[in-house]
């Protein structure tokens, strides 16, 4: 049974500047693949809000990644193999409705 883990991402820098760069461009005008965490993703679906990819290159893992923007944070969640991809979209878009809600 997939199980949920959750560790504090310490991306560098350059990880974070992609994915905010990546939020400032039109979603038309986005990286259609982004370096984040020493991993390359591949774009999959992206929107004003929200950004889904998936690692590139790799056949047999199949991990992910899924960023959404509220005023104040960019949430980023981490999926791996082992996991449901479609629990940790869920999870991030929820998280980031409640906080624009609340103005965060």
């Known amino acids: 049974m997939p ?6 991402l310490q991306p560098s820098k350059k990880s974070i500047s992609v994915i905010v760069n990546n939020f400032k461009s039109e979603p038309m005008e986005r990286r259609k693949t982004l370096e984040f965490d020493g991993k390359m993703y591949t774009c999959r679906r992206n929107d004003y809000m929200s950004l ?11 991990y992910g990644l899924v960023a959404t923007i509220t005023a104040s944070f960019i949430l980023i969640g981490l999926y791996t193999q082992d996991m449901s991809a479609s629990i940790c979209v869920e999870c991030v878009e929820k ?3 409640y906080l624009r809600e609340k103005g965060k």
């Open 52 to 62: 889904y990819a998936k690692e590139t290159g790799n056949p047999v893992k199949s």
């Open 3 to 8: 199980r949920v883990v959750m560790r504090t």
């Open 95 to 97: 998280l980031g409705e």
